[in-house]
């Protein structure tokens, strides 16, 4: 069975960095990897995208995180990353890995990250 294994949130002061990572694990020999991004869910709000990555490298991201994110992927590892710089209270959130394989759209268990004032 696929599936998107997330790893590196955590607590960190407001300007601080964070890196997450997700990869795609279990039996990837037939998945195809289309496009990965990072969802975001704080309490009591809804999902919503901080950025996206296409295979070829295109990259879109949310204007709240323009200038502070970076989102990358390595195709031979079928990961997925976001670098956070310049952290700000209000990026507080599970993140979630999102990835299009095989033409179906699969969830990561989500990363907690908080950041501190």
């Known amino acids: 069975q696929v599936q998107l294994v997330e790893s590196g949130g955590g607590l960190v002061q407001a300007g601080g960095s964070l890196r997450l990572s997700c990869a795609v694990s279990g039996s990837i020999f037939s998945v195809s990897v289309g496009a990965m991004g990072w969802y975001r869910q704080a309490p009591g709000k809804q999902r919503d995208l901080v950025a996206i990555i296409t295979r070829g490298s295109i990259t879109n991201y949310a204007d709240s995180v323009k200038g502070r994110f970076t989102i990358s992927r390595d195709n031979a590892k079928n990961t997925v990353y976001l670098q956070m710089d310049s952290l700000k209270p209000e990026d507080t959130a599970v993140y979630y890995c999102?990835?299009?394989?095989?033409?179906?759209?699969?969830w990561g268990q989500g990363t907690q990250v908080s950041v501190s004032s």
């Open positions: 999102n990835a299009n394989l095989n033409g179906l759209t699969r």
